[in-house]
């Protein structure tokens, strides 16, 4: 049975995405694609962070292109049915589909790795291509040259010895290899490329310049076939009566393609629906362990805005340079964001910087609690007291604790404005994202609340804040009854607290006050 070429395992593999209860149509990605055939653009390399539907599309795409197998049932059910060029090249052509994570099968160097790769296309070629005479001095290249066949190449996961760090002196063979296959080949009809991380560039330009390349970064064409869409997420709940719209996009919205369009990871939210529950389920693959790896890069530089970041803030940075396959790890500030927005870690967009969504702020969290980081740990460990103290009415505590942050170390938590004591107060309350809604500037009553903790467990007090410098404690009380901010808890709640934490410029002091409203 043939391994790399015309197989039935991307029909196959497309199948059971198709049979899925909770199947996104993504086909039409086909006609972009199809006008790329046999023309100077058919060479793409579209990279994106793990779990974005990349290995999906590459299914997609073999079980469309292969001449081996009869995939029209399927499409003809699919978007892409009602293109024009659809039937011109439904089950037309060669396709040969690779993944580089099946390959390395304990190879010692990259040598060993490229020559398992051509040994398996050699056999796969005699097999379906029975009368196919290779002489002694043929190259992998020379071999299909003589064929006079046009081939579809699919690469999937083409970064996978840069991700893995392997033949980390050698990794250029590979890239040659590449180009050698594929650059100027007549038989190349198209090469669809896919992985995380872009290609890498020398000094004198790239191996694979031949490719156009769509990075998570800059793609403005193939934006939204990788990732869910609003409109389709939507779509989703509509299917399942136990989770919310707005429960999806609190725990995994937050990604923005560069023209601005909301971008869901497709598997969370899948893995959402499925369980009929929102948790981290993309951390819970091990991968996120890298956050932490990557903030003890360059602690001291980058501290203070993931510190501003975590309390929901976002950070204005030009990045124009991406992070690229083979490139050591980053050292400078604009490397290490560069690499946690390629791996889908941080979202960017049009200059802005922030932790996208309720899943990844998780995971800094966690991250930043490591001991490393010094006094953020104490205050994201502090966070769990502050909340402990609050709806136990422990004011004394509240004042205690909010005095530590302010005196920390980190300047930017040094009051000077309004927003550095709204930044306090998010780091004071970190934990309670564990098991509150939080809600900056809610509209509740006849005006907005300073923040408001909706409980996800009903046995949990819901208290709203109220933030007032150089006021007293029981204007801020009043301000809360007087504008009736409690009136949005009231369907769910029986009692709220309302917490009035005031801070006096000239003293330096805070104050608290907390009382039940019902």
């Known amino acids: 049975m043939a391994v790399y070429l015309n197989t039935n395992k991307n029909l196959e593999n497309y199948k059971e995405l198709y049979n899925e209860e909770y199947f996104v149509d993504k086909s039409k990605i086909i006609s972009l694609i199809n006008k790329k055939i ?20 590459a299914n997609m795409l073999g079980a469309y292109y292969s001449k081996a197998v009869d995939s029209k049932d399927i499409f003809d059910n699919l978007d892409v049915s009602n293109c024009e060029s659809y039937k011109e090249n439904l089950n037309k052509y060669n396709v040969i589909t690779i993944s580089f994570t099946d390959v390395n099968n304990n190879c010692k160097n990259c040598d060993e790795y490229i020559d398992r790769i051509i040994q ?15 002489k002694p001095n043929y190259a992998i290249w020379d071999i299909l040259n003589e064929l006079n066949e046009k081939f579809i190449f699919i690469f999937d996961e083409w970064d996978y010895i840069f991700n893995r760090n392997l033949y980390l002196e050698e990794q250029d063979k590979f890239l040659e290899f590449l180009m050698k296959l594929l650059k100027d080949k007549s038989y190349v009809a198209l090469c669809y490329m896919t992985g995380i991380l872009p290609i890498k560039k020398y000094s004198t330009g790239s191996a694979l310049n031949m490719f156009d390349e769509y990075t998570f970064l800059k793609d403005r064409i193939f934006d939204e076939y990788f990732g869910f869409t609003s409109e389709e997420v939507i779509s989703l709940c509509e299917k399942n009566d136990e989770i919310k719209f707005s429960e999806l996009e609190n725990w995994y919205n937050g990604y923005l393609t560069i023209k601005g369009k909301k971008i869901y990871n497709p598997r969370l939210v899948v893995k959402a629906l499925q369980n009929k529950h929102c948790e981290s389920y993309w951390t819970n693959t091990g991968a996120m362990d890298e956050v932490a790896e990557y903030l003890k890069y360059n602690t001291m530089e980058i501290r203070e805005d993931v510190i501003e970041m975590v309390s929901g803030g976002e950070i204005d940075i030009i990045i124009n340079e991406e992070f690229r396959a083979g490139q050591e790890a980053p050292k400078t500030k604009k490397e290490i964001y560069s690499a946690m927005i390629i791996l889908g870690f941080l979202s960017y967009h049009d200059g802005y910087l922030k932790i996208p969504n309720k899943e990844l702020m998780l995971e800094f969290e966690k991250a930043l609690a490591d001991e490393s980081f010094g006094v953020v740990s104490e205050i994201i460990e502090n966070s769990r007291k502050m909340l402990k103290a609050t709806v136990s009415g422990d004011c004394e505590t509240v004042v205690s604790l909010l005095h530590d942050i302010n005196n920390s170390e ?33 509209k509740s009553g006849k005006g907005y609340t300073d923040f408001s903790f909706h409980p996800i467990r009903k046995r949990d007090k819901a208290f709203i804040v109220e933030l007032k410098k150089d006021e007293k404690v029981d204007i801020a009380l009043a301000q809360i009854k007087e504008k009736e901010y409690v009136q949005k808890f009231k369907s769910e709640n029986n009692e709220v607290l309302a917490v009035a934490i005031c801070y006096d410029s000239k003293t330096k002091k805070h104050s608290c006050k907390i009382e039940r409203i019902q």
């Open 38 to 57: 046999n023309t100077k653009s058919k060479y793409l390399c579209i990279t994106r962070p793990r779990r974005f539907g990349k290995s999906s599309i």
């Open 410 to 442: 980190i300047p930017i938590l040094q009051y000077n404005d309004e927003n550095s004591l709204s930044c306090v107060l998010t780091l004071a309350y970190l934990s309670a994202r564990d098991t509150y809604r939080v809600e900056r500037e809610e």
């Open 120 to 134: 398996l296309l050699i056999q796969d070629l005699k097999e379906v291509f029975p009368n196919i005479k290779i």
